[in-house]
């Protein structure tokens, strides 16, 4: 299930949606677009990553599963975030990565991350 977050400028944390459609719109109006399964020229993630792509307003943040692919513009700045110990260069620090995202939105949802 993908998780789109919204981000101020200061990297608060506004708003979340688990909608597929929203995404998609929302996604669609920078440019980015995202789908399950195989895709014509995507390559499908083999596990779950977290994507953030800077906005006028701030950032958003898109959690997608293995089994999942984004397309980014070209040209479009983005940072991607798979868990790994280094965080992305150039990314705010204020912004969660990639475990506190997931621990966020398990909290979110009434799951507890050691559950998970």
Sequence with gaps: MPVLAVFDGQAN?????VCDGW?????AR?????????????RVL?????FYLPTAEGYLGLLVEGGEWVAMPADAPHFFDAGEAASPDGLPAALPRFEAFVEEVLAMTGNDASDE
């Design 30 to 42: 920078h440019g980015v677009r995202w789908g399950r399964g195989e895709a014509d020229g995507q």
């Design 13 to 17: 944390w506004r708003d979340t949606h």
């Design 46 to 50: 083999d596990s779950a990553g977290l």
């Design 23 to 27: 995404i998609s719109d929302h996604l």
